[in-house]
Each structure stands twice: as C-alpha cells, then as structure tokens.
T-cell receptor, first 113, second 114 residues
Framework: AQKVTQAQTEISVVEKEDVTLDCVYETRDTTYYLFWYKQPPSGELVFLIRRNSFDEQNEISGRYSWNFQKSTSSFNFTITASQVVDSAVYFCALRHNTGKLIFGQGTTLQVKP | EAGVAQSPRYKIIEKRQSVAFWCNPISGHATLYWYQQILGQGPKLLIQFQNNGVVDDSQLPKDRFSAERLKGVDSTLKIQPAKLEDSAVYLC????????????FGQGTRLTVV
C-alpha cells in the first residue's frame, strides 16, 4: 500500500517555540519523491520542499529544516522560532514513479502571539 | 511566470444540477492533476493527465465525474449530477516533465451543493 500518514491533526505553540511536524510514508517503490506543502487560509497549496529517495541529507532553509530517514520511512519538518505567519495547514506528500502524487491528512499549526 | 489558473473561484448549485470547472496549467507543463479537498481533509487525487492522455483515474467517480484535457493544455472537470457530498474545493495542479520537479497548484474552486 502507498500511503502518507500525518498523525498530528492539530498543533498549537506560542511564538518563538520550535515545532516538529511528523510524516510517515509507505511505498513499495525504490525511487520516489517526498514533498511538503503549506496551505495558508487563502487555500492555495504552496510548495516548500522536494526530496528524492536517494538523498537522505537533511536540509535547512532559514527557519525550516527537514529530516528524512528511510530506515523509519519518515520525513519530518521542523520550524525553528515559529512565527504567527507560520500558522497554516501543512501537508506531506509522496510521488510514485508513475507521477501519482498522494497527500497526507495534514497538520494544522496554530502559532499564538 | 503565470501560475495555474482556475475558474470559477466559487460555485453554489443545487443537488442534481451539473457543474464544470476549468484549469489552465503553467505553460509547458505536461502533467496535470485534479484533486478534491473536503473540508478538514487532505487533497484526494481524482485524475492525472500526461499531455492529453489519462495516467490515473482510479479514484474518479466515473458515474458522475468526467474530465478532459483536449490538446494537452487546458482541462475541464465536470460533475453531473451533483450530490451534497461533492461539496469541496477542487484543486488543479501542473508539473513539468521529469522526476526532479514539483507540482504547482491553483487557488481552487470552492463548490457548495445545496
């Protein structure tokens, strides 16, 4: 089965706290791609990062960082020093070799001032 | 570069009526996706096109939903007849050819069936 699970439905933090959003995936493919998207209240899905299955190097972009571990089939996303503007729904997604792109259920992040 | 364009942004119809959504992908993007996103859930893939051919429509309710991508550019998604449970946001996305690419999404069409 090919599936993406985001077990955290909602997370609430106070501004400047660090927060980690979990993502666990299942796939039989040896080559696949993982993504994170942000969906602000306006509704449009905004691309954040792409990672292929052969590249387990962690990535940092400003306050955002991603930890990819094939051994645990996880692709977690950490926001350091969260800000109110980070409040949104975050989706993890998996793309197969066929190009089929499937999403998790999403994690709603609320950052309070 | 222009993004993925969708219209209309909002639509309210009565059950059993028909409705159509339109999507204009980013120029040159061969892959086009239609997703249904019910409130509080993740996007669910309805159909995936590669140019004007269907790659995956396994989750498209074919008794009432249809989609086409004539000439491999614009696409339309139709629902006929609509049911209450079709109320959702319909998202269109497009992606360039190649594996090291990501999908870009339009703003979606919010459908309310009453």
């Amino acid at each position: 089965a090919q599936k993406v699970t985001q077990a955290q439905t909602e997370i609430s933090v106070v501004e400047k706290e660090d927060v980690t959003l979990d993502c666990v995936y299942e796939t039989r493919d040896t080559t696949y791609y993982l993504f994170w998207y942000k969906q602000p209240p306006s509704g449009e899905l905004v691309f954040l990062i792409r990672r292929n299955s052969f590249d387990e190097q962690n990535e940092i972009s400003g306050r955002y960082s991603w930890n990819f571990q094939k051994s645990t089939s996880s692709f977690n996303f950490t926001i350091t020093a969260s800000q109110v503007v980070d409040s949104a729904v975050y989706f993890c997604a998996l793309r197969h070799n066929t190009g089929k792109l499937i999403f998790g259920q999403g994690t709603t992040l609320q950052v309070k001032p | 570069e222009a993004g993925v364009a969708q219209s209309p942004r909002y639509k309210i119809i009565e059950k059993r009526q028909s409705v159509a959504f339109w999507c204009n992908p980013i120029s040159g993007h061969a892959t086009l996706y239609w997703y249904q996103q019910i409130l509080g859930q993740g996007p669910k893939l309805l159909i995936q096109f590669q140019n004007n051919g269907v790659v995956d429509d396994s989750q498209l309710p074919k008794d009432r939903f249809s989609a086409e991508r004539l000439k491999g550019v614009d696409s339309t998604l139709k629902i006929q007849p609509a049911k209450l449970e079709d109320s959702a946001v319909y998202l269109c996305a497009s992606r360039q050819s190649g594996m090291n690419t990501e999908a870009f999404f339009g703003q979606g069409t919010r459908l309310t069936v009453v």
